[in-house]
């Protein structure tokens, strides 16, 4: 019995002690929550408007959108992870923005500023997936568009990251409340160290600026390698890339106008805004060009758009036998700068009666098309004995690609294997 009454005794006490604690505990929080008070005495409510929620909603279909490209990232469709990591970089400015103007910046002052190296990695990321999509292969130096951005990250890491909270709460101040008057803060380092923090949004804007000519350039010169301008109203592959960097183009325009006319970052929820479109734009695209809507939606698209033609049978017929002889004899689509334009002219007709042809009668494109004349030929060159000694790059070549990726992607969208299995295969049965 009194065995049983000491270890009571001894619980007690150990509950006792740990009640004690805990009250400690619970009071060092209260005097730190009051410590933060004095420290920042002004703290903004939180605002939620239109602008707010929008951009909210935006960030989320931003993280699904760009989970979606990682996950069809594999195998040849490296292009997909750039654009993924391109859409995460602009959800994370999105948050900032988003974190700044709802003022729950103040809930997590630590993180003001934390996204600025990403402003410098967007234009070099929107021009190495238009640049990689179209040549279907990476460039060994491709790594030094991300040596600026790298700099600024360990700039910031060394010069803003590390400062105090004060710092960074007149920081967020300064941004968004200019008219909150700024608290004594310690700021280590020399006043010329801040010069790159100071026009980061300069550094951003030539960015984007050079980025967005060399791309422009670069989508000039694969439409002039197809035979059309760059400003065709013709639907190619390169379509998409043409219509995504003329929305980013248009943010440049944007983010300029509101840096003239807002001061600060007060106008920043704006930019944020238009990111949102571009990304529900992008998200759009995805799902009309998904399987789903495409097998549904073909048929009734291609009565819309021939729905004016003047195209008869006899034009039909005559233009399919001029094709047919015409492949068969010249072989123009060995040429990798063959188009459709340059084979309507050969067939004396317009690319729209030849385009009409193609979908309706043979019903391909002309990038089908031409692929499955390629492949063929590629065919018969790897099942030549004579032809045993040429590599699988110099057969891609001879037969019109310009990059062996391209042409092994096309090889097994037709034939179900690569050029090496199907070589192999061949080598096997003889």
Same mark, same amino acid.
């Given at each position: 019995?009194?065995?049983?009454?000491?270890?009571?005794?001894?619980?007690?006490?150990?509950?006792?002690?740990?009640?004690?604690?805990?009250?400690?505990?619970?009071? /060092?929080?209260?005097?730190?929550?009051?410590?933060?008070?004095?420290?920042?005495?002004?703290? !903004? !409510?939180?605002?939620?408007?239109?602008?707010?929620? +929008?951009?909210?909603?935006?960030?989320?279909?931003?993280?699904?959108?760009?989970?979606?490209?990682i996950s069809n990232s594999k195998g040849n469709r490296f292009p997909n992870l750039l654009l993924a990591i391109l859409l995460f970089g602009l959800v994370l400015i999105m948050v900032d923005v988003w974190l700044g103007y709802t003022n729950y910046m103040f809930r997590v002052i630590w993180l003001v500023d934390a996204t600025e190296p990403v402003n410098l990695i967007l234009a070099p990321l929107t021009y190495l997936y238009i640049k990689t999509s179209i040549s279907q292969r990476i460039e060994k130096n491709d790594w030094i568009h991300f040596i600026p951005p790298a700099f600024y990250f360990l700039y910031m890491c060394l010069?803003?990251? !590390?400062?105090?909270?004060?710092?960074?709460?007149?920081?967020? &101040? /300064?941004?968004?409340? !200019?008219?909150?008057?700024?608290?004594?803060?310690?700021?280590?380092?020399?006043? *010329?160290?801040?010069?790159?923090?100071?026009?980061?949004?300069?550094?951003? +804007?030539?960015?984007?600026?050079?980025?967005?000519?060399?791309?422009?350039?670069? $989508?000039?010169?694969?439409?002039?390698?197809?035979?059309?301008?760059?400003?065709?109203?013709?639907?190619?592959?390169?379509? *998409?890339?043409?219509?995504?960097?003329?929305?980013?183009?248009?943010?440049?325009?944007? +983010? $300029?106008?509101?840096?003239?006319?807002?001061?600060?970052?007060? /106008?920043?929820?704006?930019?944020?805004?238009?990111?949102?479109?571009?990304?529900?734009?992008?998200?759009?695209?995805?799902?009309?060009?998904?399987?789903?809507?495409?097998?549904?939606?073909?048929?009734?698209?291609?009565?819309?758009?021939?729905?004016?033609?003047?195209?008869?049978?006899?034009?039909?017929?005559?233009?399919?036998?001029?094709?047919?002889?015409?492949?068969?004899?010249?072989?123009?689509?060995?040429?990798?700068?063959?188009?459709?334009?340059?084979?309507?002219?050969?067939?004396?007709?317009?690319?729209?009666?030849?385009?009409?042809?193609?979908?309706?009668?043979?019903?391909?494109?002309?990038?089908? $098309?031409?692929?499955?004349?390629?492949?063929?030929?590629?065919?018969?060159?790897?099942?030549?004995?004579?032809?045993? +000694? &040429?590599?699988?790059?110099? &057969?891609?070549?001879?037969?019109?690609?310009?990059?062996?990726?391209?042409?092994?992607?096309?090889?097994?969208?037709?034939?179900?294997?690569?050029?090496?299995?199907?070589?192999?295969?061949?080598?096997?049965?003889?």
């Amino acid at each position: 019995m009194q065995d049983i009454k000491s270890k009571l005794t001894f619980g007690v006490c150990r509950l006792l002690k740990l009640i004690s604690r805990i009250s400690k505990m619970g009071f /060092g929080f209260v005097s730190l929550n009051l410590l933060f008070k004095t420290m920042f005495p002004v703290s !903004p !409510p939180i605002r939620m408007d239109l602008f707010s929620i +929008f951009i909210l909603l935006g960030i989320v279909q931003g993280i699904f959108l760009s989970y979606f490209f990682i996950s069809n990232s594999k195998g040849n469709r490296f292009p997909n992870l750039l654009l993924a990591i391109l859409l995460f970089g602009l959800v994370l400015i999105m948050v900032d923005v988003w974190l700044g103007y709802t003022n729950y910046m103040f809930r997590v002052i630590w993180l003001v500023d934390a996204t600025e190296p990403v402003n410098l990695i967007l234009a070099p990321l929107t021009y190495l997936y238009i640049k990689t999509s179209i040549s279907q292969r990476i460039e060994k130096n491709d790594w030094i568009h991300f040596i600026p951005p790298a700099f600024y990250f360990l700039y910031m890491c060394l010069m803003i990251y !590390p400062q105090g909270t004060a710092f960074k709460y007149n920081a967020n &101040i /300064g941004s968004y409340h !200019p008219e909150i008057a700024t608290i004594e803060a310690y700021i280590y380092g020399e006043r *010329w160290m801040f010069f790159l923090k100071h026009h980061i949004n300069d550094f951003t +804007f030539i960015s984007m600026f050079c980025y967005d000519i060399a791309g422009f350039i670069l $989508l000039k010169n694969a439409y002039k390698k197809q035979g059309y301008s760059i400003f065709s109203k013709e639907k190619t592959p390169l379509s *998409w890339y043409r219509k995504f960097h003329l929305q980013l183009l248009g943010l440049v325009l944007i +983010f $300029l106008l509101v840096k003239i006319f807002f001061s600060h970052d007060l /106008g920043d929820h704006i930019i944020a805004a238009c990111i949102t479109l571009i990304i529900y734009a992008t998200s759009i695209t995805v799902f009309s060009r998904s399987l789903f809507f495409h097998e549904n939606s073909t048929k009734s698209n291609e009565t819309k758009k021939y729905g004016k033609s003047s195209l008869t049978a006899e034009i039909q017929t005559s233009t399919l036998r001029k094709l047919n002889d015409l492949m068969k004899t010249e072989k123009p689509f060995l040429d990798p700068g063959f188009s459709l334009p340059v084979l309507a002219k050969q067939l004396g007709t317009s690319t729209h009666h030849l385009s009409q042809i193609l979908n309706e009668e043979l019903e391909q494109t002309f990038f089908d $098309l031409m692929a499955s004349y390629r492949i063929a030929e590629a065919q018969k060159l790897l099942y030549s004995k004579e032809s045993n +000694f &040429i590599k699988i790059e110099e &057969i891609a070549q001879m037969v019109g690609y310009n990059s062996k990726s391209a042409f092994n992607t096309a090889f097994k969208k037709i034939t179900g294997v690569t050029p090496s299995e199907f070589k192999k295969r061949t080598s096997e049965t003889e």
